[in-house]
């Protein structure tokens, strides 16, 4: 990261800037940095300003105790403050529903654009959730990021053998660097349900995506979102799943975002 700016509350967020045209900050998912969102960021580089950062506590980004949902949207705020005052939001997975909480807020956000954010949409995903957060906060309260990590990834829906092989890669050292993040993730998500009644009081265009390639759910989590705003649609990105390509998103965000 290139450039920073300072949260309210005095925090450093860490940022990178890239391409002209209209704003367009990109917020990404748990266990993810700014450099996550780069290959997007390089696709919609032609036709705007993009911006992809490390939400606090993650990469080149100071976190500061005690954590507040609130602060992630304050940081937004001066992410949109840094690039002009205006700005269009995309975000992935829980990064998606921070967007959302942002774009609810009051922020000055043109247009919003979320990809397969988990919200829970039977009883049984809510109870797996909460399990999930009761696991997490215990494992990170007695330093056990590795533990955190995993609960994580069966989260994720990632077998037992993907796991250990996870654990055995070089990429284990980072993902377990980023682990204390994961609370984060989950105080963003709530109780998993989807938030009707903020997402009723986001005033732009809101664009819900799904994979053509993945699970009912995540369509259905879609749906109930574009179903929510005032101004909503649902699409779909075809022959994509929950790691959606860049070449394959970026023409849908950029016929979206440049209306």
Do not use: K
């Amino acid at each position: 990261m290139e450039t920073t700016t300072v949260s309210r509350d005095g925090t450093r967020i860490a940022y990178e800037r890239s391409g002209r045209g209209p704003a367009v900050v990109l917020v990404s998912g748990a266990m993810s940095t700014g450099a996550t969102m780069a290959p997007l960021a390089a696709e919609l580089a032609e036709r705007f300003d993009v911006t992809v950062y490390d939400r606090r506590g993650r990469g080149e980004s100071a976190g500061t105790e005690p954590y507040g949902v609130e602060r992630e949207v304050e940081d937004l705020a001066a992410l949109i403050e840094a690039v002009g005052g205006e700005a269009s939001l995309y975000g992935i997975s829980s990064g998606g529903a921070l967007v959302l909480r942002a774009a609810a807020s009051g922020l000055p956000v043109r247009r919003v654009a979320v990809y397969e954010v988990p919200y829970a949409m039977d009883d049984a995903a809510v109870r797996a959730g909460a399990e999930y957060r009761e696991r997490l906060s215990e494992a990170l309260g007695q330093g056990r990021r590795g533990d955190a990590v995993e609960l994580f990834l069966r989260l994720a829906g990632l077998g037992e053998d993907m796991i250990r092989g996870a654990r055995e890669s070089p990429m284990w050292a980072g993902m377990e660097s980023v682990a204390p993040s994961l609370a984060h993730d989950a105080a963003v998500m709530g109780d998993n349900r989807v938030p009707r009644s903020s997402i009723a009081s986001v005033g732009c265009p809101v664009l819900a995506l799904a994979g053509g390639a993945s699970d009912t759910w995540w369509h259905d989590a879609a749906r109930a979102v574009a179903e929510a705003a005032p101004d909503g649609t649902y699409g779909t990105v075809e022959g994509q799943a929950h790691m959606v390509e860049p070449g394959m998103l970026a023409p849908v965000l950029t016929e979206f975002f440049g209306r």
